[in-house]
């Protein structure tokens, strides 16, 4: 099964589904390109992606018919983004574990985005927040609530807002994604720090980046399906569920 290497034939097949497929569209970017590997078995809808990126291996997967080959091109373990047809393939060959159900959802809200917005004030963050963020996410690695995958390069490729209260990251959200040339961003790295809570402030800030990227046609967010009030917040600022899927962790070959 030959590997994909022209954009324009994978941008043809990802953008089938925009909304499932809007990490995957982001790695079309040139900074990210490199560092993929495509699979088709030909059978439309189907796709397989292995990124390596961020000292990790990341599977997506849209359709099963290229998922076995594209096992052979990672190094465990590896990160997966598949839905229910594709893990159940990934269990044919290899061993999963730490799979978390979510839901991916999609931005259909109105351009006037900023009509959601909550008292307050929300700052644009840059490099010189790096370390207030990684601060801010610590707060929640005890709890296992941290964002998952952070890298302080995202705040300078993406866009990430926050609000400071005597001094001190409260709260922020940002882009995992942000790929304005494939038309495609992801939404993402949202945290209030916990004695904080219940205050709006996630949404103020969830908001502002949503306010930055509404020009953006595909605008994408990850949510863990045992999180009802976070599917609440963002249903309530103009986001619909589009697809369930798992994350998890491939470790080797069965």
Same mark, same amino acid.
């Given at each position: 099964?030959?590997?994909?290497?022209?954009?324009?034939?994978?941008?043809?097949?990802?953008?089938?589904?925009?909304?499932?497929?809007?990490?995957?569209?982001?790695?079309?970017?040139?900074?990210?390109?490199?560092?993929?590997?495509?699979? /088709?078995?030909?059978?439309?809808?189907?796709?397989?992606?292995?990124?390596?990126?961020?000292?990790?291996?990341?599977?997506?997967? /849209?359709?099963?018919?290229?998922?076995?080959?594209?096992?052979?091109?990672?190094?465990?373990?590896?990160?997966?983004?598949?839905?229910?047809?594709?893990?159940?393939?990934?269990?044919?060959?290899?061993?999963?574990?730490?799979?978390?159900?979510?839901?991916?959802?999609?931005?259909?809200?109105? $351009?006037? $985005?900023?009509?959601?917005?909550?008292?307050?004030?929300?700052?644009?963050?840059?490099?010189?927040?790096?370390?207030?963020?990684?601060?801010?996410?610590?707060?929640?690695?005890?709890?296992?609530?941290?964002?998952?995958?952070?890298?302080?390069?995202?705040?300078?490729?993406?866009?990430?807002?926050?609000?400071?209260?005597?001094?001190?990251?409260?709260?922020?959200?940002?882009?995992?994604?942000?790929?304005?040339?494939?038309?495609?961003?992801?939404?993402?790295?949202?945290?209030?720090?916990?004695?904080?809570?219940?205050?709006?402030?996630?949404?103020?800030?969830?908001?502002?980046?949503?306010?930055?990227?509404?020009?953006?046609?595909?605008?994408?967010?990850?949510?863990?399906?045992?999180?009802?009030?976070?599917?609440?917040?963002?249903?309530?600022?103009?986001?619909?569920?589009?697809?369930?899927?798992?994350?998890?962790?491939?470790?080797?070959?069965?």
């Amino acid at each position: 099964m030959p590997q994909l290497t022209n954009p324009r034939d994978i941008r043809r097949l990802l953008r089938r589904d925009p909304i499932w497929s809007v990490y995957a569209l982001g790695d079309l970017a040139p900074r990210m390109f490199p560092k993929t590997k495509w699979f /088709a078995s030909g059978l439309a809808p189907d796709v397989t992606l292995v990124l390596h990126d961020f000292d990790t291996n990341i599977l997506f997967a /849209a359709g099963t018919g290229s998922i076995r080959e594209a096992l052979q091109h990672v190094t465990w373990p590896v990160y997966l983004q598949v839905q229910e047809d594709a893990l159940e393939e990934i269990e044919r060959h290899a061993v999963v574990e730490n799979r978390r159900p979510m839901w991916r959802m999609g931005w259909q809200g109105p $351009a006037e $985005a900023g009509r959601y917005l909550a008292p307050g004030h929300a700052v644009r963050l840059g490099a010189a927040d790096v370390p207030a963020l990684l601060k801010l996410y610590g707060d929640g690695e005890a709890t296992g609530e941290a964002p998952d995958f952070f890298h302080p390069s995202m705040v300078t490729d993406g866009v990430f807002f926050g609000v400071y209260e005597q001094g001190v990251l409260a709260v922020a959200a940002g882009t995992h994604l942000f790929a304005p040339e494939e038309d495609a961003v992801a939404i993402g790295n949202i945290y209030t720090m916990r004695e904080r809570r219940g205050r709006g402030l996630g949404r103020l800030v969830t908001t502002a980046v949503i306010e930055a990227v509404k020009n953006i046609g595909t605008v994408g967010l990850n949510v863990r399906a045992d999180n009802p009030a976070a599917l609440h917040l963002y249903e309530s600022l103009g986001f619909v569920r589009h697809c369930s899927f798992y994350e998890g962790q491939a470790t080797g070959r069965r």
